[in-house]
């Protein structure tokens, strides 16, 4: 079966994480108090999804509901909502809470805080806090402010991709996921850190899927995916 089926392989992806967040640290994105709800959600949502390597459908299920997004000193944890079946979930595998701890936690470098999940989440809870109808943690960004669909979310994180991928690739939302993981793993975190973090029961799809040979790599799990990117040295463009 093995050989009449071979699995797929893919080619790394020729973005890079760091690109797209050195765009998320400029405007329209920054300064937050300037920025759109549009451009706000837009990066709210790469910014938890690199930091957790979580799947659309966990995204799309977090929640403001009490207890299910809770503030705390050096952070924000997150949980689905309860009606949410993760697409490993078994009933002796249950994905762990979303714990995302601050960027000021672990960088006193003041320019390291426009990457910052946590910030971008407390600016987003409270900018939609009075247009707000439903419990979905993500709304679509315009009036009637509706709960956002998967697809869109999928959306959100092609369109910031896209400007920074190869000519004829595909930008693929999934890949958020993996180049966070790979980030982390060649920073040095253990894999029992990252599979907890990404909800994998076993190391087999990580290794198999997700491990890309990306280049940059630097801290703990949530700060070696959103560390201060790297600029390109003058005159050094991609192709």
């Given at each position: 079966m093995f050989n009449q089926r071979p699995p797929a392989r893919r080619l790394a992806p020729s973005w890079s994480l760091s690109e797209v967040l050195a765009v998320l640290a400029e405007a329209p994105f920054?300064?937050?108090?300037?920025?759109t709800l549009e451009h706000l959600t837009h990066k709210t949502v790469f910014l938890v999804a690199a930091a957790s390597a979580r799947r659309r459908s966990c995204l799309h299920a977090l929640t403001t509901k009490p207890g299910f997004l809770r503030h705390d000193r050096d952070g924000i944890r997150l949980l689905p909502d309860p009606s949410f079946l993760a697409k490993n979930q078994t009933a002796s595998f249950t994905p762990q809470e979303i714990s995302l701890p601050a960027i000021t936690t672990m960088s006193s470098v003041?320019?390291?805080?426009?990457?910052?999940?946590?910030?971008?989440?407390?600016?987003y809870v409270e900018r939609t806090r009075l247009v707000r109808r439903h419990d979905q943690l993500f709304l679509v960004p315009r009036r009637p402010y509706g709960p956002a669909s998967k697809d869109s979310i999928s959306r959100w994180m092609r369109d910031l991709i896209k400007p920074h991928i190869a000519k004829g690739e595909s930008a693929r939302a999934h890949d958020v996921r993996g180049q966070a993981t790979s980030r982390a793993w060649f920073a040095g975190v253990p894999l029992e850190d990252i599979m907890k973090a990404a909800s994998w029961k076993t190391p087999s799809t990580f290794v198999a899927t997700y491990l890309t040979d990306t280049v940059s790599a630097e801290a703990a799990f949530a700060s070696a995916s959103l560390r201060q990117p790297?600029?390109?040295?003058?005159?050094?463009?991609r192709r």
């Open positions: 920054e300064p937050m108090h300037q920025s003041e320019e390291d805080k426009r990457w910052c999940p946590v910030r971008a989440l407390r600016w790297t600029r390109p040295t003058p005159g050094h463009q």
